[in-house]
């Protein structure tokens, strides 16, 4: 899984789920470059986020119900803030 914060991971997800989740406005609002929020994006559906993008509307959402873990299988305690891979 690629390097990520979990506090941004929690965020990326909140906006998702509410519809307010453009590009522009994502690498805007968390200060990311686009290659960085792809990488958020892809440490999501790693953990199981049906995440797709919407061309119509140019939004990112969510094909089904999805709850972000409170901590990810496999890590410590002291490492749920943080997820990495390497």
């Known amino acids: ?5 979990f506090d ?8 998702i789920a509410r519809g307010w989740a453009g590009p522009p ?15 958020y994006l ?7 986020a049906p995440v797709v ?3 119509c509307t ?3 959402s969510y094909t ?3 709850h972000l873990p409170e901590k990810v299988a496999g890590l410590a ?3 749920n803030s943080q997820l990495s891979n390497q």
């Open 8 to 15: 941004q991971l929690q965020r990326l997800h909140w906006l």
């Open 1 to 5: 899984m690629p390097k990520t914060n």
């Open 64 to 66: 089904a119900e999805w």
């Open 58 to 60: 140019g939004r990112y």
């Open 77 to 79: 305690d002291n490492q």
């Open 25 to 39: 406005h994502l690498t805007s609002q968390f200060g990311l470059s686009p290659r960085s929020l792809f990488r």
């Open 53 to 55: 993008f919407c061309r």
């Open 42 to 48: 892809r440490a999501l559906r790693q953990l199981g």
